[in-house]
């Protein structure tokens, strides 16, 4: 069976001191497309229990986000997730960022993060990301030391959605500004919170919370 690492935020807190973390349905929903089929573990930078934003769990009661905070294999998994230090990118075939405004504050700038996102692309194993999770691969680089995000397509959450929730003070950058400075190639659903998801190779990456779905399957269809 394949294994995928789930990397959550360790921050709880944006620029502006608003309360943040992972976001629910990002987690949620690829983790039940994916868990049938592979074995799934948490990391985040201080491990165990990664905050969790509270906005999130208040705006989506669909079936899949309620399910994973009742669900006990998931609590256990939270209660045991790995710090990144320790994470051993040989034991996963990919690696995926869940979103939520956390990611931009901590992962961007995380030694280790930025490490394990090296390991996982010169191995040539599946590296994806959703909503604002691949903020947290801007420091990752190849083996010539390039950016990852390099001459590739890419999507995640946009410009105009930022500024739609009103948090273009809460984040350190603007995703989609910074990636394409990095030399990503940009492309967005025809409409905000439209679904979408880009695959470019083993590069995987979703808008917003709508993609969350689809990442889950891109996801499995490369492990496949």
């Not at 909503?131 to 590739?152: E, T």
């Amino acid at each position: 069976m394949p294994s995928v690492l789930f990397v959550l935020t360790s921050a709880n807190k944006t620029l502006t001191g608003a309360q943040t973390g992972w976001y629910l349905p990002e987690a949620a929903h690829p983790y039940y497309v994916l868990a049938p089929h592979a074995t799934i573990d948490f990391a985040a930078p201080k491990g165990s229990n990664p905050p969790i934003d509270e906005g999130s769990v208040q705006a989506f009661k669909d079936e899949d986000s309620v399910k994973f905070l009742n669900d006990p294999t998931v609590k256990e998994k939270l209660a045991n997730a790995k710090k990144l230090s320790d994470v051993q990118f040989k034991d996963y075939d990919a690696i995926f960022y869940v979103g939520g405004h956390g990611p931009v504050i901590d992962l961007p700038e995380d030694k280790d993060n930025i490490k394990l996102i090296g390991e996982f692309w010169n191995a040539g194993k599946i590296v994806s990301a959703v909503c604002h999770g691949p903020a947290a691969l801007v420091g990752g680089v190849d083996a010539q030391g390039k950016s990852i995000f390099a001459g590739r397509n890419f999507t995640g959450f946009s410009n105009e959605e930022e500024k739609q929730v009103g948090k273009v003070a809460d984040v350190p950058f603007l995703l989609e500004d910074k990636i394409t400075g990095l030399g990503g190639k940009y492309t967005k659903a025809d409409k905000p919170w439209g679904e979408k998801v880009v695959v470019d190779g083993k590069l995987i990456t979703g808008q917003n919370p709508a993609s969350a779905v689809g990442v889950g399957k891109a996801i499995l269809q490369a492990l496949q």
